[in-house]
C-alpha cells in the first residue's frame, strides 16, 4: 500500500502556547531539527460509500479521543478543499509511543499530506505546512526536512513553516528513555494552562521570541556549541512558565541526568546539550564524532541516535 512519510522533529527552539487555538496559531517563532529515526507512514483512501471515516493505527482501529482528534482534521481538510466523502486512514507509527516520542507532529504531518494525495489536490510544501498547523502545531514543521523554521505569523496565511538553507550532516540527536511512562498532561492542555496561569507567560513570549535570530546565525555557522546553549535555554525558559503555572514534566532522574550533561561538558569538554518536551525525556544535541563518548559516560541510560531526517516523502505501507 503506498503511503506518504513523515518523520518526528526536535523544536530547538520551543512553541509552547497558542494565540489562537481553533487554527493552532503560536504565540512564538520555532525552530526544529527533523529525525530520520522516528516517523509514521500514512494512507488515506477516500470512499464514497462510507458513512463516517475510519482509522486504523498501528493494526487496531482507533475510537475515543484519538479518534476524534483525527476526524477533527479530516473535518477541517473537507472544509478547506470542499469535499464530502468520509475515508479510511491507516497508519503506521515508528516512533517510542511509550517515551512520549509518538509526537503528534510526524502523525498529523502524515495525515495531511496523505489526504492531499487522496483527493489528488496541487498544493505546495508551505500551503501543506500550513494546513498540518490546523492538525497539530509542532507538525507544520516536520513537512520539511533538515533545520526548519515555524514563522508564527498573525493569520492562517503568514504562520507556516520554511526549510533553512543549512546543510549540516554531522548534527546528532541522541533521544532518551529515561521514564517510558505515557506523559500524563498533553501538550495541548498544557499550554493552555500556562497561559492561563503563568504570572510572567508575556515575559516568557518575549525571551523565547529573541532567540530566533542568534539560533538561526549559530545553525548557519554550525556553531555547536552556540546552538546548544540557546536550545538548553529554550527549553528551561519554557520549564520555568510551566511551573509558574503548577506543571512538572521532569523526573527526578530527568535532573539527574540533566547533571551528568553538564558535568560531561565541564569535564570532558564534550560539546552535548540538552533539550525537552512536556514530558520526562531528555533529547540530547551534539556531533556524530562524539557520540560514542557520550553514550559510554552515560551507561545507564537507554538511548537511541537520529540523524537529520527529510521532509514529507513516498512510502511503502
Ligand atoms: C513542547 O504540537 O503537540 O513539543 O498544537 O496542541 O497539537 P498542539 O501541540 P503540539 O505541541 C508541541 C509542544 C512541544 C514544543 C515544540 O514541539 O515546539
Redesign the pocket.
Known amino acids: 500500500m503506498k503511503s506518504k512519510r513523515a518523520n518526528v522533529?526536535?523544536?530547538l527552539?520551543?512553541?509552547?502556547g497558542?494565540k489562537d487555538?481553533k487554527i493552532?496559531l503560536?504565540h512564538q517563532t520555532?525552530v526544529?531539527v527533523t529525525a530520520d529515526i522516528f516517523y509514521t507512514r500514512t494512507n488515506v483512501e477516500i470512499d464514497e460509500k462510507l458513512i463516517r471515516d475510519k482509522v486504523m493505527l498501528d493494526g487496531k482501529e482507533l475510537t475515543g479521543l484519538q479518534y476524534t482528534r483525527v476526524v477533527q482534521h479530516l473535518s477541517t481538510m473537507r472544509e478547506y478543499f470542499k469535499r464530502k466523502e468520509f475515508c479510511v486512514v491507516t497508519s503506521v507509527n515508528n516512533v517510542y509511543v511509550r517515551a512520549g516520542y509518538a509526537?503528534?507532529?510526524s502523525s498529523?504531518a502524515a495525515l495531511t499530506a496523505a489526504y492531499v494525495d487522496a483527493i489528488g489536490a496541487k498544493v505546495n510544501e508551505k500551503e501543506l505546512s500550513q494546513i498540518a498547523?490546523l492538525?497539530?502545531?509542532?507538525?507544520t514543521?516536520s513537512i520539511h526536512g533538515g533545520f526548519v523554521v515555524w514563522h508564527q505569523g498573525h493569520d492562517h496565511e503568514s504562520s507556516f513553516a520554511e526549510k533553512l538553507p543549512i546543510e549540516w550532516p554531522e548534527f546528532r540527536m541522541l533521544f532518551t528513555i529515561i521514564d517510558p511512562s505515557v506523559k500524563r498532561i498533553?501538550?495541548?492542555i498544557?499550554?493552555q494552562i500556562t497561559i492561563e496561569k503563568a504570572p510572567s507567560y508575556d515575559i516568557y513570549v518575549r525571551q523565547s521570541n529573541d532567540l530566533v535570530a542568534p539560533m538561526i546565525d549559530a545553525l548557519m555557522k554550525h556553531e555547536i556549541d552556540t546552538v546548544g546553549r540557546i536550545a538548553e535555554r529554550s527549553a528551561e525558559l519554557?520549564r520555568n512558565v510551566m511551573l509558574e503555572a503548577g506543571l512538572e514534566y521532569h523526573t527526578p532522574m530527568t535532573q539527574k541526568v540533566i547533571q551528568s550533561i553538564r558535568s560531561i561538558r565541564s569535564k570532558h569538554r564534550i560539546p552535548v546539550y540538552y533539550t525537552?518536551?512536556?514530558g520526562p525525556n531528555l533529547i540530547l544535541l551534539t556531533l556524530d564524532k562524539h557520540v560514542d563518548q557520550v553514550m559510554k559516560l552515560l551507561p545507564d541510560v537507554k538511548i537511541q541516535v537520529s540523524g537529520v531526517g527529510g521532509g514529507i516523502s513516498d512510502a511503502d505501507l
Open positions: 522533529n526536535i523544536a527552539l520551543k512553541y509552547w497558542k487555538q493552532n503560536p520555532s526544529s509526537s503528534s507532529a498529523f498547523r492538525g497539530s502545531g509542532s507538525a514543521r498533553s501538550s495541548r498544557g499550554m519554557m525537552f518536551d512536556a
